[in-house]
């Protein structure tokens, strides 16, 4: 059996060498992943460049289709409203997170949209996996970007800051 948040760790590791926020996706169907993702906001200069979204694109891309019904995302912090509507969109059957984001998560930290039924999709949720490793990925490069002092202007673009 894959370990999906595994790999979402691994992309996460990515994206903290590149210098982005270390998050990392993937998305699995059945025993099979599909695609991954990290975040490359900083890369692109694209607001949208969310691990989630970067993950869900190419799963669009790999399978032919915007409708990812029977796929599993895995993600290692809390999505932010838009990845949340990315995912809702997407028909994704299931999402796996990490760790919780009290400032922008929308799967139970600031609001819970995947709780309502306000939508034509539902999506089932599963936190806390691997949320300590998780967590410490996002507190190491907040650390290092502290040290170095651009922490003043990351915070404004970033998603998380873990005291």
Not at 3 to 18: S, V
Not at 62 to 85: F, K
Request: net charge negative; with cysteine.
């Amino acid at each position: 059996m894959i370990d999906g948040m595994k790999i979402a760790l691994e992309e996460a590791q990515k994206a903290f060498k590149e210098d982005e926020v270390p998050v990392g996706a993937c998305i699995i169907q059945g025993d099979q992943l599909i695609s991954v993702g990290h975040n490359r906001r900083e890369q692109k200069q694209q607001i949208i460049s969310h691990a989630e979204i970067e993950a869900i694109q190419e799963a669009s891309r790999v399978l032919g289709s915007w409708r990812l019904e029977g796929c599993d995302l895995y993600v290692t912090l809390e999505p932010c409203l838009m990845c949340a509507g990315a995912i809702i969109q997407a028909r994704i059957r299931k999402l796996f997170y990490g760790a919780k984001d009290p400032k922008t998560g929308v799967a139970g930290s600031v609001l819970d949209l995947f709780c309502k039924k306000l939508f034509n999709h539902s999506v089932e949720v599963y936190s806390g996996i691997y949320e300590d490793r998780c967590s410490q990925i996002l507190r190491q490069y907040f650390k290092k970007k502290r040290e170095i002092g651009e922490v003043a202007e990351l915070v404004e673009g970033a998603r998380l800051e873990i005291e």
